[in-house]
């Protein structure tokens, strides 16, 4: 079993900044890609920021130039830093990280339970 724990949402005046955490966790797997995606109330998931194993990044434009995505590989962590914070940030932010289980030979997509970015005028 593979766990993805969040941390670091919470409110936040607009200009702020926000630093989420996503770490992966459970049986020995390999990771490839790493992502941020978030949910804002009666809008569809949408992708924010994705970084490779390669770290090679891909951003919405939504957020390009005030978030920026980066992993540490070591301890199977993606973080979100989010700088000049908009209150149209508002959402649940979900990580997401596909990974390969150990014995396995195919890979597949783990979604964290979620956290909460709100962010006031």
């Known amino acids: 079993q593979v766990q993805l724990v969040e941390s670091g949402g919470g409110l936040v005046q607009a200009g702020g900044s926000l630093r989420l955490s996503c770490a992966a966790s459970?049986?020995?797997?390999?990771?490839?890609?790493m992502g941020w995606y978030r949910q804002a109330p009666g809008k569809q998931r949408e992708l924010v920021a994705v970084?490779?194993?390669?770290?090679?990044?891909t951003y919405a434009d939504s957020v390009k130039g005030r978030f920026a995505i980066s992993r540490d590989n070591a301890k199977n962590t993606v973080y979100l830093e989010m700088n000049n914070l908009k209150p149209e940030d508002t959402a649940v932010y979900y990580c997401?990280?596909?990974?390969?289980?150990?014995?396995?030979?195919?890979?597949?997509?783990?979604w964290g339970q979620g956290t909460q970015v709100t962010v006031s005028l």
């Open positions: 997401k990280a596909d990974l390969r289980l150990r014995g396995r030979y195919s890979y597949q997509s783990y």
């Open positions: 459970g049986s020995s797997f390999s990771l490839d890609d």
């Open positions: 970084i490779s194993s390669g770290t090679t990044t």
